[in-house]
């Protein structure tokens, strides 16, 4: 049989199948051939034995935290307390981009902002808009529900940028007072935290710790380049250009004439480890 890997506490594996979750093992063969099956991993697996037999074809996979077949990333993003950090913002796109993952950028605490502060910031999102991702408000709960319809989906970002607000939106019968996604789904504060998936509306959440890993040290410069998309759509002259001293480098052009947003420029040279200049 087909199941979802729905939770994993010590040694047995917790697969969803049609509404049901059978606790399982894995079958010996899998240490020897180094397979580790992760949360969200789609498996075969015999009903009758409790054994996975099978991890199926993943579309994703993260180390940190060890998760798999995520579809998109909700990345929850203050304006004010915390202060909007574009640096942070693009490195979970860049995460995201990297693992195939679709990211959907929250904006929460437009309140807190009067309409000259906010004129700043809504030229950014635009930007953000214009190369191709969805910019929504934490307080456009309808259009998040749709987001969210037969997707499996994560809450990421700033630390105190509203998430748990936002999932209080989704449903206020959680009345959640942290930001933990595991308190909404019925599990105590002091409960040790381990990653699990759950249904949610019409779609699947990943609860999560988090994901702690931001760095780019294992990740090649070519890599870095093709997440960000709107260099796609300035082709430039040189073959594998980098886009950092080339003479003639159409993106290096193209930020000098406002086409591609010079913190966007700034935040790729950082993650590829060139200067600013």
Known sequence: MRGQ???ISSDLYFVDCDGFVYPCKCRGLFRKEHITPVVGDYVLFSKEK???EEVLPRKN???RPKVSNIDQAFLITS???PDFSDNLLDKFITLMEINHVKPIICITKKDLLDD???S???KILKYYEKIGYTVIYNTEVSKIKKLLSNKTSVFTGQTGAGKSTLLNKLN?????ETGEISKALGRGKHTTRVVELFKILDGKVMDTPGFSSLEFNEVSMEDIRKSFVEFKMYPCIYKDCTHTKEDECVIRKMVKDGKILESRYN???SFIGRDVE
């Open 79 to 81: 304006l004010k307390y």
């Open 50 to 52: 409790n054994l996975i």
């Open 5 to 7: 890997i729905v939770k």
């Open 61 to 63: 996979i993260f180390k």
């Open 172 to 176: 206020p019968e959680w009345n959640l």
């Open 116 to 118: 000259d502060d906010f």
């Open 267 to 269: 935040n790729y040279l």
């Open 120 to 122: 700043k910031y809504k």
